[in-house]
């Protein structure tokens, strides 16, 4: 599923009379206070998962093409814990 069809099952779940622009900004309003709140600490959606930021230390990796080793910095990302309902679903 991508954004567009995303913003469609949005706009059908709030109603008839919601636009999928009305749809789309509900979305994005969504996902931005994640991103937002994931900088802080995790961010729990209860019946859904947690997002939680995590640092990456630095380590040396191998260049696939050539084998020479290299160094790769630290990093910062975030990694998706679904909850119990939402494996069970699936």
Known sequence: M?????I???Q?????ET?????????????SSIAKGVKKGPVQLI????FKPISRKART???PKTGASMKI????SVR????????KSL
Do not use: H, I, M, W
């Open 2 to 6: 991508n954004k567009a069809q995303l």
């Open 8 to 10: 469609e099952q949005v």
């Open 12 to 16: 059908k779940a709030l109603g008839g």
């Open 19 to 31: 636009s999928k622009r009305a749809a789309g900004d509900a979305l994005e309003a969504v996902l």
């Open 47 to 50: 019946g859904f998962g947690t």
């Open 61 to 63: 990796g191998r260049n």
């Open 73 to 76: 910095k630290a990093s910062k």
């Open 80 to 87: 998706f814990v679904p909850s119990s309902a939402l494996k």
